[in-house]
């Protein structure tokens, strides 16, 4: 199994690292995105602090969306995902290496621009590590789910715009716990239980949904 | 060779294995294609050694049998046992003793033809040195484009790339093979027939779409044709 794991999880970052710039363009659309909110809200420092945790995490939640809609389109379209499915060991492995490879790709490049974005946004010290160690636990927890999403929607004509209808609800748990807990911070309080809670969250669906995706997979490749 | 196409399973008898247990045997297998029922009450038995053509018309549901035999469909009714195991009870040796290569080649455009050989046979388990992936595109006369991109080579370069799989798939006894000649140019069939007669001598079985007649000289393939087999 961790073979298996091992074998897709090292395609994938390589084919990544092939098309760099295509993988680098949920990191475009999250610097974008976040940009517009001073243009449209408007530059008052106050508001800018105020509003910050909460949009950052917001657009993190959509730049997630918008990649993991072609995690197995491109493995079902050339006939890569039948010969992954048909592998001795379970599709389990190929489920949990899709998660792996697109948190990594996506994810880990959206925490390392958020602090920067957050200095934009004037956010504290404290607030920053806070909004980082809340995205460390919750884009993974995006990840699994957004890959669950692409699982079910694999092969439907209008699966992008399904997938973020079934993801964003299931998601929202981990967006209120990852704004609230610098909210908190900034409020002068401990935020221990916003993180356990996320935690708690990310433990969740990282035994759940990687199940649901390999046996979404089997069926949408049926 | 058309006349032996009346029944399902064409007995033409001699074969030196014709006692050996079956490498595969479905028995009263249906399989349907999202509402419309393919066929119903199917037996095929591949013996080691043989080579089967599947014929039949388009449509037909030629892909649906492979893809239901290899398990990545279910079949709505029968029995299917690969090397004596049972899908149902045991997948991963099922997988294990099966390869399948569909109509589509599995191979990333951004990767070397090397690179994505080497991953299709890992996927089976199959760990194996770059001079063995050499050996095996070589074998199938596309060593020359080992480290271009796949996306460079042509239609034909592709489906051998793919087919090199078969030179290193000795552990898999039952190989299903859709429309393996397509794209393929002589050389290309005499590579693939060596291949697959290596497989039959090894004592291997192999159920191959083709929609031109087959070439193979030794062994002899047998027929089994869909069209002749009613909808019970």
Known sequence: MTDLFIAVLMRDLRLAWRRRIDSLLPLVFFIVALSLFPLGVGPEPQTLREIAPGVVWVCALLASMLSVNLLFAGDLADGSLEQMLLAPQPALAVATAKCAVHWLVSGLPLIVAAPLVGVLFGMSVPALVALVFGLLLGTPILSLLGALGAALTLGLRSGGMLLILIVLPLATPALIFGAGAVGTIEAGQSAAGHFSLLGALLIATAIGAPLATAAALRISTE | ?232
């Open chain 2, 1 to 232: 060779m058309h006349s032996f196409a009346a029944s399902p399973v064409v007995a033409n008898g001699g074969f030196p294995l014709e006692s050996a247990e079956p490498i595969l045997a479905a028995a009263g297998l249906g399989g349907q294609r999202g509402e419309r029922m393919l066929f119903r009450g199917l037996d095929i038995t591949l013996l080691p050694g043989q080579v089967v053509w599947l014929r039949g018309r388009n449509g037909r549901g030629k892909t649906s049998l492979l893809r239901l035999l290899a398990g990545l469909a279910t079949p709505t009714e029968g029995e299917l046992h690969v090397a004596g195991q049972s899908l149902r009870r045991a997948p991963a040796a099922w997988r294990r003793a099966l390869l399948y290569i569909g109509h589509q080649n599995a191979l990333k455009d951004d990767l070397t033809a090397s690179e994505a050989l080497s991953f299709l046979l890992r996927l089976g388990g199959t760990h194996s040195t770059a001079a063995q992936i050499d050996a095996a595109l070589h074998r199938l006369g596309v060593h020359q484009c080992r480290h271009a991109l796949v996306r460079t080579l042509s239609q034909g370069q592709r489906r051998r790339v793919s087919l090199a799989r078969l030179a290193l798939s000795m552990d898999q006894t039952l190989w299903l093979l859709d429309e393996p000649f397509d794209a393929l140019d002589a050389d290309g069939v005499a590579a693939l027939n060596e291949l697959l007669a290596e497989h039959a001598q090894r004592g291997g079985a192999t159920l191959l779409t083709s929609h031109q007649a087959l070439s193979l000289a030794e062994p002899v393939p047998r027929i089994f044709d869909l069209d002749h087999h009613a909808l019970a």
